[in-house]
């Protein structure tokens, strides 16, 4: 894993458990314990597939750039997938409040999301990869060196 990668998941990481945080605690007081198990269960659920995500996308841009794109969008719609599917056989569950889990994945998957967004947008990625000062001088405005 590159350094930025693992700023990005802290920058995500950190947000995401300190709103799971008092979201699990606001859920407690207002649904008892059964809201807060589902609060910090949806919470994490959201949390470990974006991390996971991330992680695997890390993976497939280092050995495939050339796959980066499809990559992602594969990976994104595997995890709104599976996220569905998760919340439909989690939504009857006695041990745990079903609108309290499904309200702990949007709160953990939008707050995530944002912790990401903001990650990528102050990282400073290279894009081109600057050229030395003995690669400039061994060319000539010709061309040839």
Do not use: C
């Not at 841009?61 to 992602?72: H, I, K, N, V």
């Not at 400073?124 to 400039?136: F, M, Q, T």
Request: glycine residues 14%; charged residues 10%; aromatic residues 8%.
């Amino acid at each position: 894993m590159q350094s930025i990668d693992a700023r990005i998941i802290r920058g995500a990481a950190i947000p995401t458990a300190a709103v799971g945080a008092v979201a699990t605690v606001v859920a407690a007081l207002l649904a008892g314990a059964s809201g807060a198990g589902g609060t910090a269960l949806g919470v994490f659920v959201a949390a470990a597939f974006f991390a996971i995500g991330l992680l695997s996308l890390g993976y497939v841009g280092q050995r495939w750039p050339e796959l980066f794109l499809g990559a992602a969008f594969l990976i994104y719609t595997t995890q709104m997938g599976l996220l569905l599917v998760l919340l439909v056989l989690l939504r009857d569950a006695d041990f745990l409040n079903g609108r309290a889990f499904a309200l702990g994945v949007v709160v953990g998957t939008v707050v995530w999301l944002a912790g990401q967004a903001r990650g990528h947008l102050t990282a400073k990625i290279l894009y081109v990869e600057p050229e030395s000062g003995n690669d400039r001088a061994a060319v000539t405005p010709g061309g040839t060196p």
